[in-house]
């Protein structure tokens, strides 16, 4: 790119971390506004897609479609299709409108790839969408767990959405705490979406409740030093949430307000945290089945091995 990638928020972040000149030479040069053939060839291959989008009241949610490989199209470099729309309840589809940001991350988890795109909507049908790229990279296969995946149908309707809210459902607070692995989306406003990944031993998230609610609070670990997601948070305090059962498919997805701890007694006690990420649940959604897909046993990422636990 010809010109900075980053917005204040990002190089608030990286200031904070001394990384700041570092990034402002890195990020032009890896950060494009258009897709090299290897990620256009690896998207295209995937059965899942995470997407980050924003409601009306400007609150962050992370999304997962699915398809048979293939339902990703890249027309050219700069042309992103995707042969899917996520279902009615999910807050994704109010957002299906040209000229609307998403946050785009594909993932493949037997390999541990992932690439990132944020892109806007330039066209909207009625078995799926089209995004112009705005910033494509890839990512580290850092904390990612090996899974692989496996078909069992055809793509179709989930049962019906369970809402949750501010205090989750017993259901909803045991998977988030047996979770290794979740999805965060984030946003700073007037500056796009973002949608991330976040991994760790069985339990890195902490479930808290509180008579007002559900408290989420889990480790930053040392990544890219972009602070796309810290740095949207720090402009915007919210984030969303997705967790996936890969036993059944389900999904969980959550919104609420994010905080960033810098440091202090809680970051030093938990090994290998940079800082630690706190979520005050507002609402969300639990879709049983909503992946016609389940994955294998995982095989943990070798970096959690220095890493502690709460």
Not at 228 to 251: C, E, K, R, Y
Request: proline residues 7%; aromatic residues 8%; hydrophobic residues 40%.
């Amino acid at each position: 790119m010809d010109r900075s990638p980053f917005h204040a928020g990002e190089v608030a972040m990286q200031r904070i971390a001394g990384f700041e000149l570092r990034m402002r030479e890195i990020g032009p040069r890896v950060i494009r506004d258009h897709m090299p053939d290897q990620h256009r060839e690896f998207f295209e291959q995937l059965p899942t897609l995470l997407l980050g989008s924003v409601d009306a009241q400007q609150r962050p949610w992370a999304s997962m479609l699915a398809g048979l490989p293939g339902f990703i199209d890249t027309p050219d470099a700069q042309t992103l299709h995707v042969a899917a729309l996520p279902r009615v309840d999910d807050p994704l589809r109010a957002q299906l409108r040209v000229g609307v940001p998403l946050g785009l991350l594909g993932v493949e988890p037997q390999t541990r790839r992932r690439n990132r795109l944020n892109g806007t909507l330039v066209a909207v049908g009625d078995d799926g969408f089209t995004l112009r790229v705005d910033q494509s990279f890839g990512n580290c296969p850092k904390y990612i767990q090996a899974r692989a995946p496996r078909w069992v149908g055809e793509p179709a309707s989930a049962p019906a959405a369970q809402r949750e809210h501010a205090r989750l459902s017993d259901a909803a607070e045991a998977l988030v705490a047996r979770a290794d692995t979740l999805f965060i989306a984030s946003s700073a406003v007037g500056q796009g979406v973002d949608v991330s990944h976040r991994g760790g031993k069985p339990g890195f998230v902490r479930v808290d409740r509180h008579t007002s609610g559900t408290v989420l609070t889990f480790p930053d670990f040392s990544g890219n030093f972009f602070f796309n997601t810290l740095g949207n948070i720090a402009a915007h305090p919210m984030a969303g949430l997705l967790f996936v059962d890969h036993d059944t498919g389900g999904l969980l997805q959550l919104t609420g307000h994010a905080t960033i701890l810098q440091d202090g007694p809680q970051v030093e006690a938990f090994v290998g945290a940079q800082r630690l990420l706190r979520i005050e649940v507002g609402e969300g959604w639990w879709t049983p089945e909503a992946l016609p897909l389940r994955w294998s046993a995982p095989e943990p990422a070798a970096q959690l091995e220095a890493t502690g636990h709460w």
